[in-house]
């Protein structure tokens, strides 16, 4: 829901899990679970305005998820070199994702 404010949370289980803060889950479970991810995730970052979520892998991979679409996978970047993505940003224009990484 819109109003839901939530936090996206992804790690070693190469899930991204959507979490709601303003509703108790007494079955601790997220509201969503996002799979398709084949390695570890080192890093994901929501943006609110357009209900992506971007998450960068340990073998340079970026995912794109579009919550309004029911977590449907958008768009996958990916390079031949190994590198870690540490770290993911959205551009203020909503056009552009950044990434950081370890050589």
């Known amino acids: 829901k819109k109003s839901c404010r939530i936090i ?43 209900e992506s979520i971007v998450l960068g892998t340990s073998k340079n991979i970026l995912k794109i998820w579009d919550l309004s679409q029911g977590g449907k996978v958008v768009r996958t970047f990916s390079e031949k070199k190994e590198n870690v993505i540490n770290q993911t940003e959205f551009f203020p224009f909503e ?9």
């Open 95 to 103: 056009a552009f994702i950044t990434r950081l990484t370890t050589e």
């Open 8 to 50: 996206v949370t992804g790690g070693y289980d190469n899930n991204v899990n959507v979490w709601a803060l303003q509703k108790p889950n007494k079955k601790n479970k997220p509201l969503l679970e996002l799979t398709g991810c084949e390695n570890k995730i080192d890093s994901v970052k929501i943006y609110p305005q357009t």
